[in-house]
């Protein structure tokens, strides 16, 4: 206890870690040490909490103590403690909810709560880390706290673990008193951004009555902060943002921050509009997405784009991640991740409730998936479309839920612009800094209903007359302004009416000039990355063969440990093998099949990202593209040592999510379509868990944005008896998704089909997602396997000839998937001679050319059988049916599981019984 008759500001942080110390473990401290935080403690506890043995409540309320201790040590002590307290809990009672006159008060935070009375106000006190120590009156301390914490920012960052940052933080919140003090310039452009935004709205208002615009009145001032980042970008070394936003004031955003040019926009509100594309089925206005260039005051470039967009909230914010990753690399920014910087604006329901918000908040540190750090900012409104608060979230704040990656949450009232532009700027320094996401809470409100038709009087009439009443932030900034000496009320007028002038001129050359309209929309069309949509699909493509020499070269790395390396017996023992069949020229398997299109890529220039939830190893143990020595755990990737000059090969465990990784893997695939970007279902029936990113993104992303992704998934599938969620990838619902050409939809059956089909990806001059049905256990079977000839001369085949060519057959199967093995084997087992397999590889889209000139060999065919071993409502066959019916002239018999309310039944042995009846019924039918 002596020590603390010196405490000052270089013991702050040594009391600072005692007391954390304290607070887990008090008995690893001196007793004096004890003595003085639990007199701490009491000077910030609850009076109406239950007293320590050594406290008692006075008459007063105040605390008295009879631990012995001098009074000026108790008093110390309930100053640190209420430094303790404002910094946690005085956002509490921030001046937030611009609705309301009032702050909230805390009773927590009360003089008497903090254990001082009145007569403690003038007694002066150290401030221990407050401020770098030193001395102040009690008085001056608490408002200056109270400035601090509870003025129209209230800030939550006690929940970050580590002393680092919570110092940066607080040495940039405390001095300066969370009081913004921007030059005039950068409050006058505030106030101009705001201007425009409140202005465009009532423009759209007046002259577009009756059209959907989800307008952002009420939250003006988001503007005013996004203007703020783009201006601050270039000095902290950021050249790029990459933004995801909903609905609300999505088109103000894209007009006054991404630059989009009001002609453009005007254009497609007009009546006459019809949009150009000659294909595909186009957006509403509030989904569209755009990228240029902001040209900051200081005459600086920021590239800034703003994400396309589907209805499904929050559902882009994965997208984002991933979009930002990709650009990350095209800016060879792959370490510290600064020159781009991914932004997300939120509602405040969607926010809280959405799970694939989480989901993205645990990438935010994962090797593969972090992009140095999201801001986030929160347009909180209040609402969501009818429901208040109270029945949309259990949590105090609609942002609690990033609090569990430990990063800070400022919440700001939007009627305050300049406090927004100052925590903007700080939450770039801060992301800046350590790579880590902020959140940005706006506290605002929605001045009309959910949007331009709806009435929200229906359901908060009190709330809306209120808001009735509210003045335009512009106003309330104005005053500031000019109480400040900022403005004169003249020039506020003369900005306002200037601005009203050049929208209305906007406005009517648009009316008038279908020509100019046309030019303006072509100028204006972003540069990058979007291609006019054309649902073009060719069965061509370079060839995908490979060169033996080449291969071998693949191969032998693919086959071969480093000296000094000490491998799992057993995975040595399989590169051997794999070796020696290399060498052979037969019996490639799977997993080698997919590592030579992988190496062979690589060694062409070609980069590749796997990326899924184990698939270092492989869930079914197959791939091991990463191998680990058993004495000490070094990682060796055989794929990132093909060649010197090879480009990255990146394989990336992934957390256990669906939604947000595919979502993350689909947004890097648009912005690196150079890359081979791959993502694995742990098992295909998980997919499911990322339907919205399936549906709403890589079935439609071409038709809707003109968007094209080559991704690939891989669907584990295959009815082998695991039960109801370990059989099917759902291959009918990509089936009954395919149109114009949208997707590729395969199930493959050998290694070789699997290299083809993966080089083919790259090799082609456009890009369409590919759906693959991937195999289990064929990924052992032994007749599963290729010739090397199969890799140096084949090519992918959409349908699969019987390789055993009947002659003559009277039945002909088609089939896809594992099920031809089986087929195969009863075939051959029954030495049967008059019927033909023929696998479809490719479902969608279907050579049906090929199919016919295949079945030229078979003339005189007299039946014709689907065989798949999915329940009858699933699987290939409601698909095929029609098609083999018009190809073939006759109606296909069905051979399969019947019709079934759930993919697979739970029973092994009841699964076998199903399997060699419906195989059994392909040849009798
Ligand atoms: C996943 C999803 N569910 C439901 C909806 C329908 N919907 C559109 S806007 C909205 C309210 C959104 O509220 P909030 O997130 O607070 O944003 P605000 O509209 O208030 O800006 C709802 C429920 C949707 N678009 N997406």
């Given at each position: 206890m002596k020590n603390l008759t010196f405490a000052n500001r270089w013991n702050a942080d040594l009391i600072d870690r005692y007391y954390e110390n304290w607070l887990r473990?008090?008995?690893?401290?001196?007793p004096d040490w004890r003595a003085f935080f639990e007199g701490f403690e009491l000077g910030h506890s609850?009076?109406?909490?239950?007293?320590?043995?050594?406290a008692t409540a006075t008459a007063t309320g105040a605390i008295a103590t009879?631990?012995?201790?001098?009074a000026d040590q108790i008093l110390q002590a309930r100053v640190i403690g209420a430094i303790y307290a404002y910094r946690g809990i005085g956002h509490t009672q921030?001046?937030?909810?611009?609705?309301?006159?009032e702050a909230p008060q805390n009773a927590r935070l009360s003089l008497d709560r903090l254990g001082?009375?009145?007569?403690?106000?003038d007694k002066n006190c150290f401030t221990g880390n407050y401020l770098q120590g030193g001395t102040m009156t009690v008085r001056e301390l608490l408002a200056r706290l109270h400035s601090t914490y509870c003025g129209t920012i209230g800030i939550e960052y006690?929940?970050?673990?580590?002393t680092k940052r919570r110092r940066w933080l607080q040495a940039r919140i405390e001095p300066t008193n969370m009081k913004p003090a921007l030059p005039r310039a950068e409050k006058l452009r505030a106030l101009q951004k705001i201007s425009e935004a409140e202005i465009f709205e009532s423009f759209l208002h007046t002259r577009y009555?009756?059209?959907?615009?989800?307008?952002?009145e009420g939250g003006e001032t988001l503007i005013a902060a996004l203007d703020a980042l783009a201006e601050r970008c270039p000095q902290m070394g950021v050249e790029e943002l990459v933004m995801g936003m909903a609905h609300r004031g999505r088109l103000n955003v894209l007009v006054?921050?991404?630059?989009?040019s009001y002609e453009y926009l005007f254009r497609e509100f007009s009546e006459n509009y019809l949009p150009d594309t000659t294909h595909g089925d186009g957006d509403v206005k509030y989904h569209l997405g755009y990228e240029a260039d902001f040209t900051t005051s200081a005459g600086k470039i920021v590239h800034i784009g703003l994400a396309d967009n589907p209805?499904?909230?929050?559902?882009?914010d994965p997208v984002v991640q991933g979009k930002a990753r990709a650009r990350l690399r095209r800016r060879g920014?792959?370490?510290?991740?600064?020159?781009v910087v991914p932004v997300l604006i939120h509602g405040d329901a969607a926010f809280i409730a959405q799970g694939v918000v989480a989901e993205v908040f645990n990438l935010?540190?994962?090797?593969?998936?972090?992009?140095?750090g999201t801001l986030h900012f929160v347009v909180?409104?209040?609402?969501g479309f009818t429901t208040e608060p109270k029945d949309a979230r259990?949590?105090?704040?609609?942002?609690?839920?990033?609090k569990m990656i430990e990063v800070p949450v400022f919440h700001v009232n939007g009627d305050d612009p300049l406090a927004m532009v100052m925590v903007t700027q700080l939450a770039l320094d801060y992301r800046q800094a350590f790579g880590d996401d902020v959140v940005i809470d706006m506290h605002c409100y929605r001045r009309?209903?959910?949007?331009?038709?709806?009435?929200?009087?229906?359901?908060q009439p009190t709330l809306y007359q209120q808001i009735d009443q509210h003045p335009h932030v512009s106003q309330i900034l104005t005053q500031r302004l000019i109480a400040d000496g900022d403005l004169t009320e003249v020039e506020a007028i003369q900005f306002s009416e200037q601005f009203q002038q050049s929208l209305d001129e906007i406005f009517t050359r648009v009316r008038k000039n279908e020509e100019d309209q046309k030019a303006a929309r072509e100028s204006q069309?972003?540069?990058?990355l979007r291609t006019p949509f054309r649902p073009y699909y060719s069965?061509?493509?370079?060839?995908?063969s490979v060169a033996p020499e080449n291969l071998e070269k693949v191969a032998r790395v693919l086959t071969t440990i480093p000296e000094n390396f000490d491998a799992n017996p057993k995975i040595r023992r399989q590169l051997e093998e794999k070796w020696a069949a290399f060498q052979k020229g037969e019996g490639l398997d799977w997993a080698m099949g997919e590592a030579m299109a992988f190496g062979t890529l690589l060694q062409e220039g070609t980069p590749v990202r796997l990326s899924g939830q184990?698939?270092?190893?492989g869930t079914f143990s197959h791939r091991h593209a990463v191998l680990y020595d058993?004495?000490?755990?070094t990682p060796y990737v055989p794929?990132?040592?093909?060649?010197?000059?090879q480009p990255r090969f990146c394989v990336h465990n992934s957390s256990l999510s669906e939604y947000a990784i595919l979502g993350f893997d689909y947004g890097y695939s648009l912005d690196y379509p150079e890359l081979l970007c791959l993502w694995e279902a742990?098992?295909?029936?998980?997919a499911n868990g990322a339907q919205v990113i399936i549906d709403?993104?890589?079935?439609s992303s071409e038709s809707k944005w003109q968007r094209t992704s080559g991704i690939v998934l891989l669907l584990p599938h295959?009815?082998?008896?695991?039960g109801p969620e370990h059989s099917?990838?759902?291959?009918e619902r990509f089936l009954q998704a395919c149109?114009?050409?949208n997707i590729q939809v395969c199930n493959l059956t050998t290694p070789a089909q699997l290299f083809h089909a993966l080089r083919r990806q790259m090799k082609r001059t456009f890009r369409k997602p590919l759906i693959i049905m991937s195999p289990k256990s064929l990924l052992r079977r032994k007749d599963c396997v290729s010739k090397l000839a199969d890799f140096t001369e084949g090519r992918f085949q959409e349908v699969l000839d019987d390789?055993?060519?009947?002659?003559?057959?009277?039945r002909i199967i088609f089939c896809s998937g594992k099920v031809y093995y089986d087929l195969n084997t009863v075939r051959n087992d029954n030495n049967i001679r008059n019927t033909a397999i023929l696998r479809v590889?490719?479902?969608?889209?279907?050579?049906t050319d090929l199919i016919q000139r295949l079945l030229k060999n078979y003339a005189g065919f007299e039946k014709i059988v689907w065989c798949q071993e999915e329940p009858r409502n699933m699987g290939g066959w409601a698909f095929m049916a029609p098609i083999l019916e018009q190809i073939c002239g006759m109606k296909p018999v069905y051979a399969g599981?019947?019709?079934?309310?759930?993919?697979?039944?739970?029973s092994s042995n009841v699964h076998k019984i199903e399997q060699d009846a419906l195989v059994e019924h392909a040849f009798n039918a």
């Open positions: 473990q008090p008995e690893s401290l001196e609850r009076s109406d909490a239950e007293p320590s043995p050594t009879n631990t012995g201790l001098p921030a001046h937030l909810n611009p609705l309301q006159p001082f009375t009145a007569a403690d106000l006690l929940q970050i673990q580590d009555k009756g059209q959907k615009r989800f307008s952002l006054n921050i991404v630059g989009k209805s499904h909230l929050e559902a882009v920014d792959m370490e510290e991740r600064k020159k935010s540190r994962l090797t593969g998936y972090r992009t140095g909180n409104n209040q609402i259990s949590s105090l704040y609609c942002t609690d839920i990033a009309y209903g959910h949007n331009e038709m709806d009435e929200p009087k229906f359901t069309r972003p540069s990058s069965f061509d493509s370079e060839p995908t184990d698939v270092e190893r058993v004495t000490n755990r794929l990132a040592n093909i060649s010197p000059q742990q098992f295909g029936d998980f709403q993104f890589i079935t295959g009815y082998e008896g695991q099917s990838g759902r291959v149109a114009e050409n390789p055993l060519q009947p002659k003559s057959p009277k590889e490719q479902f969608y889209p279907l050579n599981r019947k019709a079934s309310a759930s993919p697979a039944c739970g």
